[in-house]
């Protein structure tokens, strides 16, 4: 199979990452539990646009930052070891140094990469999955998730307290290791 994978959120903590970069920034102390939303605008006082804006500032450090959520690295590995095909799929701006930091976080954190399987500033991850031909997708964003299942990319949540509330009946995970059975029932 091939497997489409979002980065933030799905394989990394980058939420938590955050979080912490800008309460250091901004002399806060939010605490990660209470950030709700999938952006931080709210949680900090920002506008959108003063959201997008630190961001954009903040953003090598936040992506250079994190852990891998628990046995994401683990069950990619194994699954590319079994023949699957692991293609990251990551809405991050193709910009030279977001790229490297992007490259450089996946090798460090053992993660099945090649350089061919990683594609940036996928805005519409829908769009690049039918072109790649992935047979299931993993993702924890609503605005992507509504994409790929309007698309019919056949999509797994990937739990998080800013999607619990998805109204689409999608499967989801909360530990990577749920990801074997699925895949056990697709192939």
């Given at each position: 199979m ?12 980058t ?9 250091k920034?901004l002399?806060?102390?939010?605490r990660?539990?209470?950030?709700t939303d999938?952006y ?11 959201g ?9 450090e ?7 959520l ?11 070891k ?8 990551t809405?991050?701006p193709?910009?030279?140094n ?14 099945p990469?090649r350089?061919s399987?990683?594609i940036?500033?996928a805005?519409n ?7 790649i ?6 993702e ?5 998730l ?8 056949p999509?797994v ?6 999607n619990r509330?998805?109204?689409h009946?999608?499967?989801r995970?909360?530990?990577?290791r749920?990801?074997?059975d699925?895949?056990?029932?697709k192939s």
């Amino acid at each position: 199979m091939k497997i489409g994978v979002d980065i933030d959120g799905t394989i990394k903590d980058t939420h938590r990452a955050a979080v912490e970069v800008y309460n250091k920034e901004l002399n806060q102390s939010v605490r990660v539990e209470d950030v709700t939303d999938f952006y931080l605008d709210q949680a900090y006082g920002l506008t959108k646009q003063e959201g997008r804006r630190l961001w954009r500032k903040l953003e090598e450090e936040i992506y250079s930052l994190g852990v891998p959520l628990p046995h994401a690295a683990e069950v990619l590995n194994e699954l590319e070891k079994r023949g699957h095909e692991i293609y990251f799929i990551t809405a991050r701006p193709g910009l030279k140094n977001i790229a490297k930091v992007t490259r450089e976080w996946l090798k460090k954190h053992h993660f099945p990469y090649r350089d061919s399987h990683l594609i940036m500033d996928a805005q519409n991850k829908a769009k690049v999955a039918k072109r790649i031909g992935i047979d299931l997708f993993f993702e924890d964003a609503p605005f992507h998730l509504d994409k790929l299942v309007e698309q019919h990319v056949p999509t797994v949540i990937v739990d998080a307290v800013y999607n619990r509330d998805y109204p689409h009946p999608l499967r989801r995970i909360k530990d990577w290791r749920e990801v074997y059975d699925i895949i056990n029932e697709k192939s």
